[in-house]
């Protein structure tokens, strides 16, 4: 089946600092991936949408200069927090898409931050 | 705009049946998705229904009615295992983007 892994699983950072979560798919090519946010006994928000070689689409409320995406590879990508705060503390997810027209996303395991 | 109401809580017991509900208003509909999560974990795919009907996939049954914007998560033979979040989610138009519902979180009781 698709796999997609996260790295770190999980890091603490400390407020001011940056930093950066990979998503991979394993065993297929990614077209598309999502970020998603979840914070404690909260659905999960959509943070953008990453499409490979492109910019990212973020959603409203969610500032781009932040989170940054780079989409470099169709089995790679970054959300880098850029001088996160303690609001930044959650559990971040990425899913991945094969392509257009796919019934599911694969999703990642998920990687928690926390922001001291 | 987009909304997915589904109950916040239930409870149920073990071998029981249960049923989560899952209501939704998009803009455009291109497939509804249930997937479980249980705490600290990321969510796992159960079932994906695109025409009206009910989808039955071992103990788990996902129902739709696009007219009605309605489905339901149907879990049978409850475990103690299957106590988890389930989430409901829309693709509301081809741009592969999915929302999700703010799930539902099962208790299940021995």
């Known amino acids: 089946g698709a796999v997609v892994s996260q790295h770190p699983s999980w890091v603490i950072c400390k407020s001011g600092t940056s930093v950066k979560i990979e998503c991979r798919s394993l065993?297929?090519?990614?077209?598309?991936m999502f970020w998603y946010r979840q914070f404690p006994k909260q659905s999960l928000m959509l943070m953008a949408t990453?499409?490979?070689?492109?910019?990212?689409?973020?959603e409203q409320g969610v500032e781009k200069d932040k989170f940054l995406i780079n989409h470099a590879s169709l089995t790679l990508s970054t959300l880098t927090v850029t001088s996160a705060h303690p609001e930044d503390s959650s559990f971040y997810i990425c899913s991945a898409a094969p392509g257009t027209g796919i019934d599911e996303q694969y999703f990642g395991p998920g990687t928690r931050l926390t922001v001291t | 705009g987009q909304n997915i109401d589904q109950p916040t809580e239930m409870t149920a017991t073990e071998g029981a049946i249960v049923q989560i509900n899952c209501t939704y208003q998009?803009?455009?509909?291109?497939?509804l998705f249930w997937y479980q999560q249980h705490a600290g974990e990321a969510p796992t795919f159960l079932s994906y229904n695109v025409l009206d009907g009910l989808e039955e996939k071992g103990r788990f049954s996902s129902f739709l009615s696009r007219s009605k914007g309605y489905s339901y998560l149907l879990l049978k033979e409850l475990q103690m295992k299957d106590s988890a979040s389930y989430l409901c989610?829309?693709?509301?138009?081809?741009?592969?983007?999915?929302?999700f519902g703010k799930g539902t979180r099962l208790h299940i009781l021995p």
């Open positions: 989610a829309v693709r509301g138009n081809r741009d592969d983007k999915i929302i």
């Open positions: 998009t803009s455009g509909f291109n497939g």
């Open positions: 990453s499409n490979e070689g492109s910019k990212a689409t973020y």
């Open positions: 065993d297929f090519q990614a077209t598309t």
